[in-house]
């Protein structure tokens, strides 16, 4: 059974920097497509970054340049290190896996099969 458990979130100021975690349990080798996602209140969830199999890793666009998404595959944990962080980045932030070792095959959230159950991160100006 494949369990996803984030951890990292809490409260900072804006241009504060937090690191998120994501310890996966059940899938071995992290040899697949995994992501970070994001829900505010009243809005649906949206993409934040994915990391490929091969560490290729692709941002949307609010999160370039500040934010970095990597994997230790030692460790089975995924990471979001958020930097310049501003009041819009407030939400629930998820990860994800996909059953693909590319991204490029898993574009939308419903293409990913396995969710965390989040960690809320909330900026304060």
């Known amino acids: 059974q494949v369990q996803l458990v984030e951890s990292g979130g809490g409260s900072v100021q804006a241009g504060g920097s937090l690191r998120l975690s994501c310890v996966v349990s059940?899938?071995?080798?992290?040899?697949?497509?995994m992501g970070w996602f994001r829900q505010a209140p009243g809005k649906e969830r949206e993409g934040v970054a994915r990391?490929?199999?091969?560490?290729?890793?692709t941002y949307t666009d609010h999160a370039k340049g500040r934010f970095t998404v990597s994997k230790d595959s030692a460790k089975n944990t995924l990471y979001l290190r958020m930097n310049a962080l501003k009041p819009e980045d407030t939400a629930m932030y998820y990860c994800a896996a996909a059953g693909f070792s590319s991204c490029r095959y898993a574009p939308r959230p419903t293409d990913f099969a396995h969710w965390g159950q989040g960690t809320q991160v909330t900026v304060s100006s």
């Open positions: 990391i490929s199999k091969d560490g290729t890793t």
């Open positions: 059940g899938y071995t080798g992290m040899g697949f497509c």
